[in-house]
């Protein structure tokens, strides 16, 4: 199922360009990062994928799945897309999750609702997801707020994952996260994802991030590409001033490595080792 998009700009009603002639590719099963810092335009990128863009913003060019166009879905085809073939993952999981409802019927309604199986049976699979992503089944009869936060992202990961989408985007889905928590979230995401081969875009502004996920980069500035590369390349070989900066900023920053172990060695040196 690749993800093409191509050329997407998205413009406000007073005509002020917000997003202008982005273009990148994911290939099935392939795991992109998304770069850049704020207001650059990647938490714009998803919502245009999502059909969830806020009103008031057009979106133009072109985002096709499995060589569907999105962006001219009617509502009711985008409300399908959403949670069936694209979930998405939010750095604050209290934004998706329902406060009044316990996280076993969130996980449970959407897989009713697109799998069209019974209330017993996708009780059950929730209860499943639940283990899936390391948490007691008993958290199924907790409210969110009950939760920790990092207890919050996993119910979230497993509400995405539940209904096996094709493409699960995650936009800054540990920055909210203390370092140890955010780095065992990332290893459970990058396992789980490898296991469903579902294809990620993984938006975020920290690099040390992205490389424990991805090793192909797009680095977004003030609405646009700056350029596509891989980790790897940006750390040796950065393209563009603007990603040079980047990795300069997150050089002294320690990359952990995906199974949670911190590494304190220069972010250089630890990224050829992988
Ligand atoms: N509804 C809107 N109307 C007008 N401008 C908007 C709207 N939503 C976002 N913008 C502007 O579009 C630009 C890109 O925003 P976006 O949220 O995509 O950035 P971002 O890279 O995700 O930033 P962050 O990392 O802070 O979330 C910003 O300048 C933002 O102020």
Known sequence: MTLSVTDLSITTEQGSS????????VE??????IIGE??????????????????????SGSVMLDGRELLSLSEREKRRFRGSRIAMIFQE???????????????????????????????????????????????????????????????AIAMALGCEPDVLIADEPTTALDVTVQADILSLLSELITETGSTLVFITHDLPVIAQVSEDLVVMKDGRVVERTTVHRA????????????????????????????????AEEKTHER
């Open 38 to 59: 704020s207001g650059s335009g990647k938490s714009l990128t998803s919502l245009a994928i999502l059909g969830l863009l806020p009103d008031g913003l057009t979106a």
């Open 235 to 266: 750390l040796t070989n950065p393209g563009d001033p603007y990603t040079a900066r980047l990795i300069e900023a997150a050089r002294h920053v320690s990359f952990a490595k995906p199974d949670g172990v911190q590494a304190t060695e220069p």
């Open 28 to 33: 099935t099963g392939g795991r992109l990062g």
């Open 18 to 25: 917000l997003l202008s002639g982005c273009s990148w590719e």
């Open 93 to 155: 999981p209290l934004t998706s999750l329902d406060p009044l409802m316990k996280v076993g019927e969130q996980i449970a309604g959407p897989i009713r609702l697109h799998h069209k199986v019974s209330r017993q049976a996708s009780r059950a699979r929730a209860g499943e997801l639940l283990r899936q992503v390391a948490l007691n089944d008993r958290v199924a009869n907790s409210y969110p707020w009950q939760l920790s936060g990092g207890q919050r992202q996993r119910v």
